[in-house]
Nanobody
Framework: HVQLVESGGGLVHPGGSLRLSCAAS????????MGWYRQAPGKPRELVAS???????NYADSVKGRFTISRENVKKTVWLKMNDLKPEDTAVYYC???????????WGQGTQVTVSS
């Protein structure tokens, strides 16, 4: 199965930038839709951005125009570039992989992003 490990989180001032990475180990990474979710304390986990195995992308309205998701199948890595960060972006960010047939659903352990002055 696919194992996902996130990195790149940290503390940044409002208006700053951060780049998260998610490295996958295992087989058939290229057939998965990959996504980034986030969860703030006391709130449900929400989808931030996704990228299909055909490189189609979707973004939450709250991050559209500020965040960019990308993938490199040879390196088995997906990135989330975050610009113009706001305090409300503070959350634990999780990498996610999904495949319909056969069904697979994998989560990373998460990386903390804190936006504070």
């Amino acid at each position: 199965h696919v194992q996902l490990v996130e990195s790149g989180g940290g503390l940044v001032h409002p208006g700053g930038s951060l780049r998260l990475s998610c490295a996958a180990s295992g087989n058939i990474f290229s057939s998965y839709t990959m996504g980034w979710y986030r969860q703030a304390p006391g709130k449900p986990r929400e989808l931030v951005a996704s990228i299909s195995n055909g490189d189609a992308t979707n973004y939450a309205d709250s991050v559209k125009g500020r965040f960019t998701i990308s993938r490199e199948n040879v390196k088995k890595t997906v990135w989330l570039k975050m610009n113009d960060l706001k305090p409300e972006d503070t959350a634990v960010y999780y990498c996610h992989g999904f495949r319909v047939v056969p069904p697979r659903n994998y989560w990373g352990q998460g990386t903390q992003v804190t936006v504070s002055s």
